[in-house]
């Protein structure tokens, strides 16, 4: 299974379904074509997708049509990460950071779950 085939489109129609009501933790990365740092980060949300496969959900919203959800969740900026346990934004990261930092938030959210 390719790294694309273990993200999942989030859109406006699908995110109560994909998102708050998700069995799993869920990361979602709001981004837009032409923001040049979300490029950088999508590549690290593709790792992160395979990485934490079964365990985390990830997914891509593209902000320029989902303006609901976008709207919803007052993001300004892009690439903008909230990470999600059912329908709570539990942590967040706006702009792009190193690997290590998105994995130690999920790392925290995974361990939030065992609780």
Not at 25 to 44: E, K, Q
Not at 69 to 96: E, M
Not at 99 to 108: D, T
């Amino acid at each position: 299974m390719k790294d694309d085939e273990k993200l999942t489109a989030i859109t406006d129609e699908n995110f109560n379904a994909e998102v708050l009501q998700s069995p799993l933790p869920t990361l979602v990365d709001f981004w837009a074509d032409w923001c040049g740092p979300c490029h950088i980060m999508g590549h690290v949300i593709e790792e992160l997708a395979t990485e934490f496969s079964g365990r985390i959900k990830v997914g891509k919203l593209n902000v320029d049509y989902n303006r609901i959800s976008t709207d919803r969740y007052g993001i300004r900026s892009i690439p903008t990460l909230l990470f999600f346990r059912g329908d709570q934004i539990v942590d967040l990261v706006i702009g792009a950071v190193p690997k290590s930092e998105i994995v130690e938030k999920l790392n925290a959210l995974l361990e939030k779950e065992r609780v």
